[in-house]
């Protein structure tokens, strides 16, 4: 079955799609999710992706990791620069 709101296909027996619309044919007892209702627990079995997608998915993840490091680098390099001075400063005080 089709979502008439964002034209995702899914599985004849759903409930509420992916985009949060609710399917005429959910049970009458079906509760709407209320916001500020605590989280639900979801345990994942199994992700099904073909060996080309899982590359280019691993590709871009480290791709994504590069502005990181460099950001981690330059957080590194100005504490160490600080601890760097900083010793170097009581170590001439020590030394007069």
């Known amino acids: 079955m089709d979502c008439p709101k964002c034209k995702l296909t899914c599985p004849p027996d759903t409930v509420r799609c992916d985009c949060g619309y609710i399917f005429k044919s959910a049970p009458s007892d079906y509760k709407k999710p209320v916001k500020g209702s605590p989280p639900q627990e979801v345990t994942v079995k199994g992700i099904n992706m073909s060996f080309w997608n899982m590359v280019v998915f691993m590709v871009k993840w480290t791709l994504a990791a590069i502005p990181a490091m460099i950001i981690i680098s330059v957080i590194y390099f100005i504490i ?5 001075g900083g010793l170097t400063g009581i170590i001439s005080l020590i030394e007069k």
């Open 80 to 84: 160490a620069a600080v601890v760097g």
